[in-house]
């Protein structure tokens, strides 16, 4: 059974950073692709970061480029999100989630992702 769980949101002021982490069970971690998404309330669920399964490849949204990064750690099955600069319209709830196939570089659209963790609330406050 693959599981994914996400830890390190909470509250932080406009401009203050947070550091999400991603812990994989029941998979082969280092075959697949990662990703970060957000979804704040009522919108969609939109793609935020992805890195590939070696982590040599990276992309992120328009909105967060340069400000968020992301990163993996294969021996820990662990995949990370750094979050600087943050502002109000970063606030949300992010989810990580796994590829649905190995060995693919990019994955952005959501249905390429078969694992969702519960995702982790991270609110800015102005």
């Known amino acids: 059974q693959v599981q994914l769980v996400e830890s390190g949101g909470g509250l932080v002021q406009a401009g203050g950073s947070l550091r999400l982490s991603c812990v994989v069970s029941?998979?082969?971690?280092?075959?697949?692709?990662m990703g970060w998404f957000r979804q704040a309330p009522g919108k969609e669920r939109e793609f935020v970061a992805g890195?590939?399964?070696?982590?040599?490849?990276?992309y992120y949204a328009d909105s967060v480029k340069g400000r968020f990064t992301i990163s993996r750690d294969n021996a820990k099955n662990t995949v990370y999100l750094q979050m600087n600069s943050l502002d109000a319209d970063d606030t949300a709830v992010y989810y990580c989630?796994?590829?649905?196939?190995?060995?693919?570089?990019?994955?952005?659209?959501?249905?390429?992702?078969?694992?969702w963790g519960q995702g982790t609330q991270v609110t800015v406050s102005s």
């Open positions: 989630a796994v590829a649905r196939t190995p060995y693919i570089n990019i994955v952005k659209r959501s249905y390429e992702y078969d694992y």
């Open positions: 890195i590939s399964a070696t982590g040599g490849t990276t």
């Open positions: 029941g998979r082969t971690f280092s075959r697949y692709a």
